[in-house]
């Protein structure tokens, strides 16, 4: 499929059968003459731009999910933007079709319908002249896989970037274990290339982030995962706060316990050498030297050649 999106399909060969399903999810028993119905590619197993791809394992899943779900504008969830409803799925193969990486190509299709009203007779139009094609689906993934290490890419397990190569191997994510759909919408710019579909929106986790932020090209934050970002940056800058007062404190208990064991420095010198020590160099110096000033010591000597007997007695 190129560029399918809504796409073209031979008649239904049974338009009551069809009718019935529509009218599993209306109110009335709604005539064929008062909707609108297509044929609708949802996604595939190709690579898509995000370097991701669901399996095919993943699409006859989501074959399940998918049926009565409903079909809105660029997924935006509100009640005037639901345009229309999928009543059946199936995936199936595109003969003489391979994904990016060779394998066969399989996508899942839909039919649904809108309702033909005054409100909607516009989208219809656009659909039919070719203008409103493009499809996205939103649903929700149980893993990410890399393809190098096979760890989820969600997880601190994985390192590796998207779209790079690693010893010749390119990496991308497996979309696994669907665990619910929630809507197909109407966009301008699809994700997958050739499906010309995209997966639902879902925001990246710190890790997601921190390895974008990693990485050399440029890269675009949701409202939401800055604000992420930006709660993080200040729960470390909350710490950093705390560890500096902390260390503070550490370094003039340092330079006390120095000067209970004569160690006595140029004021100047002392902060130079203090400063350069981590907060664990600081730590284990104050513990060493805290631990030599608790040794006990012995008011009795030990026995001698002069004293075989040993220091059994206080001489004045």
Do not use: W
């Not at 590619?41 to 898509?48: F, M, S, V």
């Not at 996508?107 to 493009?134: C, F, H, S, W």
């Not at 710490?239 to 006390?256: F, N, V």
């Amino acid at each position: 499929m190129k560029n399918g999106q809504v796409i073209k399909s031979a008649a239904f060969s049974d338009i009551d059968e069809e009718m019935a399903l529509v009218n599993q999810y209306s109110r009335r028993e709604l005539g064929e003459d008062e909707v609108y119905l297509f044929t609708v590619a949802l996604c595939d197993n190709d690579l898509d731009r995000d370097h991701e791809r669901f399996t095919v394992e993943s699409l006859f899943a989501l074959e399940k999910l998918f049926v009565g779900k409903t079909g809105i504008i660029d997924h935006d969830p509100t009640a005037k933007n639901q345009k229309a409803r999928i009543i059946s799925c199936k995936v199936e193969s595109v003969d003489g079709a391979v994904t990016a990486l060779g394998d066969q190509l399989f996508r899942l299709t839909a039919r649904a319908y809108i309702p033909r009203t005054e409100g909607n007779a516009e989208l219809i139009d656009q659909i039919e002249a070719g203008i409103v094609k493009e499809v996205s689906v939103g649903c929700s993934m149980g893993h990410t896989l890399c393809s190098v290490c096979r760890n989820d890419m969600r997880s601190s397990s994985c390192t590796h970037q998207k779209g790079r190569e690693y010893d010749g191997t390119l990496c991308y994510g497996e979309l696994t274990e669907p665990r619910d759909a929630y809507e197909f919408s109407f966009v301008a710019i699809p994700a997958q290339r050739a499906a010309g579909v995209m997966k639902g929106y879902k925001e990246k986790d710190m890790n997601e982030i921190y390895k974008a932020l990693s990485g050399e090209e440029e890269i675009t934050l949701s409202k939401g995962e800055a604000l992420r970002l930006k709660e993080y940056i200040e729960s470390l800058e909350s710490d950093s706060e705390y560890a500096k007062a902390y260390r503070e404190t550490l370094c003039e208990e340092l330079k006390t316990a120095l000067r209970k064991h004569g160690v006595k420095l140029d004021f100047a010198v002392e902060n130079c050498i203090i400063k350069k020590l981590s907060i664990a160099e600081a730590q284990a110096l104050l513990k060493a030297l805290s631990s030599k000033e608790r040794k006990p010591v012995s008011q009795l000597g030990m026995k001698s050649a002069d004293d075989p007997v040993g220091n059994t007695e206080f001489r004045i």
